[in-house]
């Protein structure tokens, strides 16, 4: 018996979270969160206003998954400080245009760094 929703089958940044999203022109970037991977150790909410600690779960949460150049320093710095899977983070900084990680980036060549 195979298992045809296999989460291996995620092999680009596009294959998630993409089908109520806004066009690309106006929210170049997204956010991809593992959430399951979340520690809570807040530092994402020290430097980003999108990251919220939630008092419930304990785990961070992003307010917005798609996000503009306004945004994009803080959800970068967000991403990068992140403790969790080692230092290598989280949260994922995704540009939609070319669907490249651009943070944290721990592999160095924009690959999709999530592990689920």
Known sequence: MTDDSDDDD???ASDVGS???????????????EANKCFGAGKCAEVSDNWEMSLASGIAKPNEYFIDEEDLDHNVRAAEICPAKKDDGCIHVIDRRT?????????????????W
Do not use: M, N
Request: charge should be negative; aromatic fraction near 6%; charged fraction near 35%.
């Open 99 to 115: 669907d490249k990680e651009i943070a944290p980036d721990p592999h160095g060549d924009g690959t999709l760094s999530v592990d």
């Open 10 to 12: 995620i092999q680009r």
């Open 19 to 33: 089908a109520d999203a806004p066009p690309i022109e106006e929210k170049p970037y997204k956010i991809i969160f």
